[in-house]
C-alpha cells in the first residue's frame, strides 16, 4: 500500500526505528528493493531524483511504482521526489502518485549556488502549503551538504555547492532549524553534519571532526518532535569496492558513513536515511565481474540478475541494520 512520508516516519518516531530511503531509476532497483522489503517485512521510501525522472520518464516510473506495490500489496511503501528544485518539480511529482515530496531550497534552483535563508524558507513554506492541501509530506533541507574533511568543503562528486563553503553553511545550526521547522511546516528536516554525496566522501574513517554527529544530537535536543533526514548515507563498504577493483574498476580508495553512525543518530531523531551510491555500487560489481569473467555472454539479464541480487542484499542489510525490518 502507498503512504505518506508522514505516516512513515510518526511510526518510525513511536518505535524509535529508522528508514532508507533508497534511489531508483530502473525496474531491477524497483525490484531489488521490494524483494528485500517483503523480505524482512520493511516498509520502505522509494525516491527519484529528478534526473530518475528525466531517464525514465514519468508516465513509466508512476505506473512501474503501481506495479511493485500490486506485486507486494502487504510492503508499505513511500514514494517520494528526492531533491526537488522548484514548485513545478515537487508538483509534478505528486501529480504522478508521489506521496511525498523534497524541497532542497538549501541550493538555489541551479542546484549549484548555496541559496538565502531567506530563500529557502519561502519556497520550502510555499511547496508545505500546497503539498498538505493534498495529503503528501514535505521534507526540506538547512545547510549544506560538503565535506567538512577539506575545512572549507568543496564538492568531489560534481553534486551540490561548487567552489568553498564555509564551516557555519556545512553544518546546520539548531537555532536556525528551530525557526526553519516553525515558519516551513515541513514533516521532515534534512540536515548537514559532513556527509556528502557519491563515493568519495572522506578519505579515512570518519571522526567527529569530519562527521558531526552531535550537531544531530543538538538540533535533536531543540526539535524532538521533528523527523530528521540524513543524505549522503551510503557506507561505501570495502567489499563492495574490492568487488568493483577486482575486475578492471578503479575505484579511489574511499570511506562512508558508518553504519554504526547512523544507528547512533536514528537513537536522536534520524529517521530517514538516504541511499544511492551503495547500490549503485553493487550493482556495478556485478556488471563488470560478470563482464569480465564470461567475455562472451551478451544477454543483459546475465548481468542484470546478479546485480539486483546484490542491491537487494545491500538493502536488506540496511533494513536490518536501522531497525526498519519487522515494521511492515
Ligand atoms: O542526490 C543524489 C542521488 O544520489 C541522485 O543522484 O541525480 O545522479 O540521480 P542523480
Ligand atoms: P549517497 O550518495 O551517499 O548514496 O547519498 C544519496 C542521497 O543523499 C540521495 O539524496
Ligand atoms: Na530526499
Ligand atoms: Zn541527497
Redo the contacts with the bound molecule.
Keep these: 500500500a502507498r503512504i505518506t512520508l508522514r505516516q512513515l516516519l510518526d511510526h518510525a518516531a513511536e518505535h524509535d526505528y529508522g528508514v532508507p ?1 533508497f ?1 531508483i531509476n530502473n525496474m531491477e532497483q524497483g525490484l531489488a528493493i521490494m524483494a528485500a522489503a517483503a523480505s524482512v517485512d520493511a516498509p520502505v521510501i522509494i ?1 527519484a ?1 529528478r534526473g530518475a525522472r528525466a531517464y525514465a520518464n514519468d508516465i513509466m516510473l508512476a505506473k512501474m511504482i503501481e506495479a511493485l506495490i500490486e506485486i507486494y500489496p502487504d510492503i508499505p511503501v513511500c514514494m517520494h521526489q ?2 526537488g528544485n522548484s514548485e513545478a518539480t515537487c508538483l509534478t511529482a505528486i501529480q504522478h502518485g508521489f506521496s511525498s515530496v ?1 524541497m532542497d531550497g538549501s541550493l538555489e534552483a541551479d542546484a549549484k549556488t548555496p541559496a538565502s535563508y531567506d530563500y529557502n524558507v519561502a519556497i520550502t513554506r510555499r511547496v508545505a502549503d500546497m503539498a498538505h492541501l493534498v495529503g503528501a509530506s514535505v521534507e526540506g533541507e538547512l545547510g549544506v ?1 560538503g565535506s567538512l574533511e577539506h575545512g572549507s568543503g568543496e564538492q568531489e ?1 560534481g ?1 551540490g555547492a561548487e567552489g568553498k563553503l564555509s564551516l557555519d553553511q556545512l553544518l546546520t545550526d539548531p537555532d536556525q532549524a528551530v525557526d526553519f521547522v516553525r515558519k516551513t511546516n515541513v514533516d521532515a528536516l ?1 540536515i548537514a553534519m559532513g ?5 568519495y ?1 572522506f578519505s579515512r574513517k570518519p571522526d567527529g571532526d569530519i562527521l558531526s554527529m552531535r550537531v544531530v544530537e543538538a538540533i535533536h535536543t531543540k526539535l524532538p518532535n521533528i523527523h530528521l533526514v ?7 563498504p570495502q567489499d563492495l569496492q574490492d568487488i568493483f577493483n577486482a575486475n578492471g574498476g578503479a575505484m579511489r580508495p574511499t570511506f ?2 558508518p553504519v554504526e553512525e547512523i544507528v547512533r543518530g536514528i537513537k536522536h531523531g534520524v529517521r530517514k536515511i ?7 555500487l553493487a550493482m556495478t560489481g556485478q556488471f563488470r565481474r560478470v563482464a569480465a569473467k564470461t567475455p562472451d555472454e551478451f544477454d543483459p539479464r546475465k548481468f542484470l540478475k546478479p546485480a539486483m541480487e546484490a542491491m537487494q542484499q545491500v538493502c536488506k542489510l540496511r533494513l536490518e541494520q536501522f531497525g526498519t525490518a519487522g515494521n511492515a
Excluded: F, P, Y
Design positions: 530511503a534511489n525516491q531524483s528526492d531533491h523534497m551538504l562528486d553534486h534534512a556527509t556528502s554525496h557519491g563515493a566522501k540524513m543524505h549522503g548515507s551510503s557506507s561505501v562512508g558513513v538516504n541511499i544511492d551510491t551503495d547500490c549503485r
